[in-house]
């Protein structure tokens, strides 16, 4: 439900904007809400996927030097990329990573439709593209392709709207897509007033009871003691200039 790139060669980044919840009868999502998987800091660039109560909690830490102790690792995939040169200081949870004949890293994919993405970034190298191939062909990507170019600190992000208006967006344009039906998705408002379920949902996020996520196979992976050290110093080395 997420498609994540990251083009070192092109030192471009590119995500889709969907954020969802699955439950066994149904996929709810919302695009285009404004909470960015792409985080743009002074001296590295993360993108992110999985947990949004996690990734919320991530952005807080980035940008309030009031808070001392990091979020970890646990519920989400992780890259995160030195601004001045385009390297990648640490990656967590990436599902595909291409490298070179030296076998360095030139391209990595995060998400259910890094498949599809990496599949057209070998043919194209563009990580835009890819992202836009993945929401053809991976339902759960969508909503607009945000990207950020390291070299000329551009894109279309847009300010950050955080946890509680991703949660508003999703109460007031989030969609359903019913897995037995065959249907086209419908509105969570339409859905709520024909099904108690429906509504059980919208209400747990509107509680916080429940996270909407970019879903992705670190979800459901433990950080080990060697990744949280790899986290400490890739924290120290960007923290410290």
Not at 9 to 30: E, I, M, Q
């Amino acid at each position: 439900m997420t498609t994540n790139v990251y083009d070192k060669g092109a030192l471009k980044a590119g995500t889709d904007s969907r954020w969802s919840f699955n439950t066994d009868y149904a996929v709810f999502y919302v695009d285009d809400s404004g909470f960015e998987k792409i985080v743009d800091t002074e001296h590295a660039v993360f993108l992110f996927a999985g947990d949004s109560q996690v990734i919320q909690a991530w952005k807080e830490f980035l940008f309030d030097d009031s808070i001392k102790d990091d979020p970890g690792l646990s519920g989400i995939a992780m890259l995160m990329v030195d601004k001045s040169d385009g390297s990648v200081i640490l990656e967590y949870g990436q599902d595909i990573q291409y490298p070179d004949a030296t076998g360095a890293m030139v391209a990595s994919f995060a998400g259910s439709g890094a498949r599809h993405a990496a599949g057209c970034w070998i043919r194209n190298s563009c990580a835009v593209k890819s992202v836009d191939t993945a929401k053809l062909m991976d339902p759960y990507s969508g909503g607009e392709t945000k990207f950020f170019e390291l070299a000329t600190k551009t894109g279309n992000l847009t300010q950050d709207v955080g946890l509680k208006g991703l949660n508003v967006a999703f109460m007031e344009r989030g969609m359903v897509m019913y897995l037995t039906s065959g249907q086209n998705p419908v509105s969570i408002g339409e859905a709520a007033v024909n099904d108690d379920r429906v509504k059980n949902v919208v209400d747990q996020v509107a509680q916080g009871a429940v996270a909407l996520s970019a879903p992705c196979d670190a979800q459901y992976m433990q950080p080990t003691a060697a990744d949280k050290e790899r986290l400490r110093s890739a924290l120290g080395r960007i923290m410290q200039r």
